[in-house]
């Protein structure tokens, strides 16, 4: 079996304790699993899931909002999935390099690292400008309502500046640290980034939409239109005066992340249609931000360690999956079923702490292992494809994989979890 082999700065990794090593190590003998993704991601991914119970309790908050903002939840997944889209794809570029030795894992004097910061700020705001254009056009074929441009511009921009600047703090610490500690970065930034972009993105929108509220709407559309015109001269002066290395990864990777906007802008509908008769009032409105983000955060990991192999010439992925995508794949199915089951116990005990009803727990367990196993299966198979079309085609996988894979996610996520209560319903 081929096994990833990241390069170790000086300091050791002795991060996980020697038991819990030597555990998941037997473990991954016996099952014939990856004892990285096992030892590593395990514990990264269990954090990353209970975390994304705190998003779901402020979308159970959102209610009012929904009311008041007319076209917030259609607005909502693509601008949760654009921080995790394009800080993912920062930090797989990030981990790309570090294990090619192309880039120091430090801040100062880092010519490599400032290229990959402007680039990605201007992506993020470029495209947070066209979220709300996106969300409208595709609602208003289907017959949504929304609030005025200029407040879901608003609240767009403002959600993805001050989400933004938190994100690259998150996203750089983890991915430089984690690999100056001997951990590969391919295993733990993906699930700490999707986490970290839902729960911080949710509240930061309330907070945009409160003020959007409270402000008078001259204000609203000033300032909006103001922002809006600095990011289209600072999109130009980054083409026309910066180094070559900036203007490829804005170029590189603006068509993905904008296909990426409108697959998320999907979910958002989807949600908004399986509002009332499914989700609303109960638990299971909790857990969608961790059906979202879990599949995203496993299909990265899995796309991210492809990436990272097939530049280091390890591993050549061919069209049916080889025996390193199948372990990795059975591996982080397994995970996910034990992190499913611990979130539908989480969501029950969130879900009497804030009043909402909860299911009969045989009906929560089918739910939870239907729901893992369909977004472990789909995740990682997309994932897969996504890194071997990639290649084939000449294409940067570290670009590609985590914004499709992500917003995919968003809409199989929460498709996987209607279709789970759907077919539960049924059985019981």
């Not at 570029?93 to 880039?103: A, E, F, P, Q, V």
């Not at 409160?210 to 402000?215: D, R, S």
């Not at 990265?300 to 280091?312: F, Q, V, W």
Request: proline content about 5%; hydrophobic content about 55%.
């Amino acid at each position: 079996m081929a096994v990833l082999n990241i390069p170790r700065t000086s300091r050791s990794s002795s991060s996980a304790p020697r038991p819990y090593r030597r555990v998941m190590g037997a473990l991954a003998g016996l099952l014939h699993l990856e004892p990285s993704i096992l030892r590593q991601s395990f514990i990264v991914l269990l954090i990353a899931a209970l975390l994304e119970l705190l998003p779901g309790y402020f979308l159970g908050s959102l209610e009012r909002y929904l009311i008041l903002v007319p076209g917030l939840l259609v607005l909502l997944p693509p601008t949760v999935g654009l921080r995790g889209n394009t800080f993912g794809s920062l930090a797989s570029r990030l981990g790309s390099k570090l294990h090619l030795g192309t880039m120091r894992p430090y801040l100062k004097d880092n010519s490599e690292l400032a290229d990959q910061i402007i680039a990605t700020m201007l992506q993020l705001m470029f495209l947070s400008s066209l979220l709300p254009l996106v969300a409208m056009v595709i609602g208003r074929i289907i017959g949504l309502e929304f609030a005025p441009f200029s407040t879901l511009l608003f609240i767009s921009l403002a959600a993805g500046l001050i989400s933004g600047l938190l994100m690259f703090a998150i996203s750089l610490g983890i991915t430089l640290i984690s690999f100056r500690k001997g951990w590969d970065p391919d295993n733990v930034s993906s699930p700490i980034i999707a986490s970290s972009g839902d729960i911080l993105t949710i509240p930061i929108m309330l907070i945009s939409a409160w003020i959007a509220l409270n402000i008078p709407e001259t204000a609203v559309r000033f300032t909006s239109l103001g922002v809006l015109g600095l990011i289209i001269i600072g999109s130009v002066l980054t083409m026309v005066r910066f180094r070559k290395e900036t203007r490829s990864i804005l170029i590189g990777t603006f068509p993905v992340a904008l296909t990426a906007i409108v697959i998320s802008t999907f979910s958002g509908i989807l949600l908004g249609a399986s509002f009332d008769p499914y989700l609303k009032g109960t638990m299971f409105l909790l857990l969608v931000p961790a059906f979202n983000g879990q599949g995203g955060a496993v299909g990265s990991i899995l796309g991210s360690r492809l990436s990272s192999a097939g530049y280091l010439g390890q591993d050549r992925l061919t069209i049916l999956p080889n025996e390193t995508g199948r372990s990795s794949a059975l591996t982080l199915w397994l995970i996910t079923l034990v992190l499913f089951l611990l979130l539908g116990a989480g969501g029950a005990v969130l879900g009497m702490l804030t009043g909402v009803s909860i299911p009969p727990v045989l009906f929560i367990l089918l739910t939870m292992i239907g729901g893992a196993t369909l977004v472990s299966l789909i995740s990682s198979t997309i994932a897969y494809y996504i890194a071997y079309a990639s290649f084939r085609l000449g294409l940067d996988p570290d670009n590609m994989v985590i914004p499709i894979l992500t917003s995919l996610m968003d809409v199989v996520g929460s498709g996987s979890l209607i279709l789970c209560i759907l077919a539960v319903g049924l059985i019981l």
